[in-house]
Antibody, heavy 121, light 107 residues
Framework: EIQLVESGGGLVQPGGSLRLSCTVS????????MQWVRQSPGKGLVWVSR????????SYADSVKGRFTISRDNAKNTLYLQMNSLRDEDTAVYYC??????????????WGQGTLVTVSS | DIQMTQSPSSLSASVGDRVTITCRAS??????LNWYQQKPGKAPNLLIW???NLQSGVPSRFSGSGSGTDFTLTISSVQPEDSATYYC?????????FGQGTRLEIK
């Protein structure tokens, strides 16, 4: 069974940092692109970032570029999102997702349950 | 960035109705269009990938079509469990973008 479990969310002050983790099981982690997608309360889905299987190719939404860093540890089956210089507008549920197919960086075929990040003073 | 526009933003349907949701891209995305269903408090769930491919385990009443800039998601006979918000997503180029969502209410 494919499982993705996010952790690391919480309350942080504006300007602060947080690192999210997504630990996976049930598939060969290194074969898949991984993504982060967020959803602000009551709003729609917004793509944040993606990373290929060996970590050599990354992409970011303009709104987080230069502040967020996506990475992975294939030995630990874990995806990360380092979030720095956090702003109020970064408040959201953050979902990690696995590409639909191996070597596919587009659609998200499996999702975690999400972790809530609240940026507030 | 490629903008994705869904219509309608919300709709109400009766059980057994045929429902169509439209998604328009601001430029051609070929067939790189995916559809997701999201229920309140839950993660999204992939329904259709690359325009018309039904994800494993998704009921056959869901179907997708289109190409280029115009795409549709059709539910042939709506069921009570289809009450949810539906999102299209283009995966043709980064930044990947989603439509704003269509909320489906079952009467």
């Amino acid at each position: 069974e494919i499982q993705l479990v996010e952790s690391g969310g919480g309350l942080v002050q504006p300007g602060g940092s947080l690192r999210l983790s997504c630990t996976v099981s049930g598939f060969t982690f290194s074969d898949y692109w991984m993504q982060w997608v967020r959803q602000s309360p009551g709003k729609g889905l917004v793509w944040v970032s993606r990373l290929n299987g060996d970590g050599s190719s990354t992409s970011y939404a303009d709104s987080v570029k230069g502040r967020f860093t996506i990475s992975r540890d294939n030995a630990k089956n874990t995806l990360y999102l380092q979030m720095n210089s956090l702003r109020d507008e970064d408040t959201a549920v953050y979902y990690c997702g696995r590409g639909c197919f191996s070597n596919s960086g587009g659609c998200v075929g499996s999702w975690g349950q999400g972790t809530l990040v609240t940026v507030s003073s | 960035d490629i903008q994705m526009t869904q219509s309608p933003s919300s709709l109400s349907a009766s059980v057994g109705d045929r429902v169509t949701i439209t998604c328009r891209a601001s430029q051609s995305i070929r067939s790189y269009l995916n559809w997701y269903q999201q229920k309140p408090g839950k993660a999204p769930n992939l329904l259709i990938w690359t325009t018309s491919n039904l994800q494993s385990g998704v009921p056959s009443r869901f179907s997708g079509s289109g190409s280029g800039t115009d795409f549709t998601l059709t539910i042939s006979s709506v069921q009570p469990e289809d009450s949810a918000t539906y999102y299209c997503q283009q995966s043709y180029s980064t930044p990947i973008t989603f439509g704003q969502g269509t909320r489906l209410e079952i009467k």
